[in-house]
């Protein structure tokens, strides 16, 4: 099955924390989107990798995504070696995506960058025929990462407008791992009021300073090309 975007995390909720208001505007163009989580979060403070199964489950099909798989390359203490970029090489040559959306290259979570450079590796070696999988060779034509916790600062922001509700009820999707004022689990940074507030006015601050409703931010590695001055916003 090929993909138009293959969306990749470090943990179930990255994903819908970074991009899912993109996704759900691609989708809602016509656009084949697949998730892949790295792992299961099972180190995650709230909740069970169980618990996260269950709830990324019920944010993809609130995105509307076509497909969802997760690596389970160990929380926590995953590297960025031979052994886990070839399972990533395998979900790239299987879905063959023009695009792959990952984790920011520095956060807060080491996972995050860890992630971020995973990701970034496979892509490239993805491409080489030599290494042999069983499965042609294939490299995106664009790799960009979303933002997270840290207030990085994007080299593009995507217009979300019409799309924000959908990002924030993918992300609440996750009840064990925001905020729940009658939760009796230990309170972590991601679980307080204000960070849960905070998926819809940093995407609305994003989309004030575009001159939109609302935006998420990305970063690219590379220069990015546009054809002419018309194809900005």
């Not at 943990?11 to 208001?21: K, Q, R």
Request: one cysteine or more; proline letters at 5%.
């Amino acid at each position: 099955m090929k993909l138009d975007i293959l969306a990749i995390g470090a943990h179930p909720d990255d994903v819908e924390l970074g991009c899912g208001g993109t996704l759900a505007k691609e989708i809602s163009l016509g656009k084949k989107v697949g998730i892949i989580d790295l792992t299961k979060g099972e180190l995650g403070t709230r909740g069970t990798d169980l618990t996260r199964k269950e709830e990324a489950t019920e944010a993809a099909k609130i995105l509307g995504v076509t497909v969802r798989e997760n690596l389970n390359i160990g929380d926590g203490f995953f590297e960025n070696n031979k052994e886990n970029q070839m399972k990533v090489i395998a979900m790239i040559r299987k879905y063959q995506p023009d695009v792959i959306l990952s984790n920011a290259p520095s956060d807060r979570h080491p996972d995050h960058g860890k992630g971020s450079d995973l990701v970034n590796t496979a892509i490239f070696l993805s491409g080489l025929p030599k290494i042999e999988n069983g499965l042609q060779p294939w490299r995106p034509k664009k790799h960009f990462h979303y933002i997270q916790w840290l207030p990085l600062e994007p080299n593009f922001v995507v217009d979300i407008t019409g799309f924000l509700d959908q990002k924030v009820e993918s992300c609440l999707a996750y009840k064990t791992q925001f905020f729940d004022p009658n939760s009796k689990e230990p309170v972590t940074p991601i679980a307080t009021k204000n960070f849960t507030d905070s998926i819809q006015y940093r995407a609305m601050d994003l989309g004030r300073l575009i001159g939109t409703e609302a935006g998420e931010g990305f970063i690219s590695r590379n220069y990015i090309a546009v054809n002419n001055l018309d194809s900005l916003l």
